[in-house]
């Protein structure tokens, strides 16, 4: 099984695995050994799932206004934490192919690895929430034709995605790609740099 197809069978799992309980608080009882590449991309899923259903709730009209905040900062933490394991995905990548010779004429990527199983994991979600709109059986049958076709291209680009990285990590073990990851250095978070914070001080 190649690397990209090992990131779609746990995405899927772990999508499915949130689904058991749909909720937002549950536990996540990471089925992967700890230290491992398979725990680190099923605990980056998890927290996609949540933030997923968190950006559901928070679009509910009757929200209280102190609950959204509350939400909305939960989500902002989520997003670093999303963040942060990327970059700890990235790293991993570094390691694995820290002895590979770089060929003179080596290209670089638009983004790293661990940024292009980003939005594998989101597709993961996509596909599941989109069949799930497929298979209603409160709504019309324009409506589940139009959720159908959309299914559609995202289990086709899926695949195109699937490729490029599959091909993407070949071409950095035989050195026809290097990478080169600059960590995100997202200034809101930061009470250094957002001037609303350090202003307060």
């Not at 594998?120 to 209603?136: F, G, N, Y």
């Not at 790609?177 to 200034?187: A, D, E, G, L, S």
Request: charged share 30%; glycine share 2%.
């Amino acid at each position: 099984m190649t690397f990209a197809n090992k990131c779609n069978e746990i995405f899927d799992q772990t999508v499915k695995l949130y689904h058991v309980t749909d909720d937002v608080d549950a536990m996540f009882n990471n089925p992967h050994e700890a230290g491992t590449i398979e725990n680190r991309l099923a605990r980056k899923n998890w927290i996609d799932a949540v933030q997923w259903h968190l950006e559901d709730i928070i679009r509910d009209e009757a929200i209280d206004p102190v609950a959204a905040l509350a939400l909305k900062r939960r989500i902002d933490r989520s997003n670093q934490d999303r963040t942060d394991l990327v970059e700890e995905i990235d790293a991993y990548f570094r390691q694995l192919y820290a002895g590979v010779t770089v060929c003179p004429d080596a290209t670089i990527n638009t983004e790293s690895p661990a940024w292009a199983i980003d939005r594998l994991s989101i597709l993961a979600l996509k596909i599941w929430h989109m069949r799930e709109q497929t298979q209603r059986t409160d709504a019309t049958a324009a409506h589940i034709a139009k959720c159908q076709a959309k299914l559609d291209v995202l289990l086709e680009q899926r695949t195109d995605l699937t490729t490029a990285i599959d091909q993407l990590l070949d071409d950095i073990a035989k050195g026809r790609k290097f990478m080169k990851v600059y960590m995100q250095m997202k200034m809101y978070n930061d009470p250094e740099t957002n001037p609303i914070l350090y202003g307060k001080k």
